[in-house]
């Protein structure tokens, strides 16, 4: 069983940055994918970066946003840089137990655990 918990969310202009971490419970977390996603209102869940031993992000994130994790400290991270407005969403992390997923999707069904959520909000 592994516990998630995000933080850092938060309300900022266009064009700023925020940094979400997730921190996670138990002592196999380093055994994890780990992923984030996003749900905006009215919409399905859809993903923004999955680390494993590679990195791999949605099209309309790449560039800016930057998926790590510190497995000494068992947290993920989520740098978000130059933030638009129409990435206003509940940001939720992901541990996947199957660390290198042959075809990975990044579809929800390939995770196994889900934090609550942190709400990040950009303002035009």
């Known amino acids: 069983q592994v516990q998630l918990v995000e933080s850092g969310g938060g309300l900022v202009q266009a064009g700023g940055s925020l940094r979400l971490s997730c921190a996670a419970s138990?002592?196999?977390?380093?055994?994890?994918?780990m992923g984030w996603f996003r749900q905006a209102p009215g919409k399905e869940r859809e993903f923004v970066a999955r680390?494993?031993?590679?990195?791999y992000y949605a099209d309309s994130v790449k560039g800016r946003f930057t998926i790590s994790r510190d497995n000494a400290k068992n947290t993920v991270y989520l740098q978000m840089n130059s933030l638009k407005p129409e990435d206003t969403a509940v940001y939720y992390c992901?541990?996947?137990?199957?660390?290198?997923?042959?075809?990975?999707?990044?579809?929800?069904?390939?995770?196994?655990?889900w934090g609550q959520g942190t709400q990040v909000t950009v303002s035009s």
């Open positions: 138990g002592r196999t977390f380093s055994n994890y994918a």
């Open positions: 992901a541990a996947d137990r199957i660390f290198l997923r042959i075809g990975v999707l990044h579809t929800t069904q390939e995770y196994d655990y």
């Open positions: 680390i494993s031993r590679s990195t």
